[in-house]
């Protein structure tokens, strides 16, 4: 109860602080792009309960059927203000108001589309679905200072299930594993470090803190024979 009432107080907070911020991406997706300014999507939450994720809309409305749900670099796809809010990770903001439902926290797995879960995750990959999902989390981080932009247009789904969501998935697992008030604090900090630091266009960051236990569940250590 107490760690629920921090996270709907943090969600206030942060909407009231950054409502400009939310106005003027509603204003340059108005200008930009024909459409609604948010995106609802499809997600995998607390115990697989599927739940209305929401976004603010980076990409033109009309697309073929059957579009990949996975965003390669420079997708042709995303418009132009789109591609800016995308890199400064404030095309998630509304997701500030999932937390207020209830669907979300500030810090957790980060959700994933329904047919992938059900597609490609492994049963140790179920237990990142035991806590509530959340804006931000080493996973998060990993995929977007580096993993998101090797994505290429082609069959991007492809490349993202065999070659970025098993780290991804790793990261998030062992953030279950070791979830906590004050690992939370640091994560929501490094967030806001790394958001930052790409605004101010910096090109590499340091490795994440996890990647050594990532490691161990990703290429486990095998016994010599």
Known sequence: MFTRLVHVLVALIALVTLSPVLALAAVGIRLSSDGPVLFRANRVGLNGKIFCMYKFRTMHVAQDAGASPITAKDDPRVFAFGSWLRRLKIDELPQLFNILKGDMAIVGPRPEDPRIVSASYAPPHLETLRILPGLTSPGTLYYYLHAEQRIEVGDPQRYYVEQLLPMKLAFDLAYVREAGLFYDVRIVFRTIWAIVSIAMGAKTLPEPPE???????????????
């Open 211 to 225: 990647l050594a236990k990532v490691r161990e569940l990703v290429y486990p250590t095998r016994q010599e024979r």
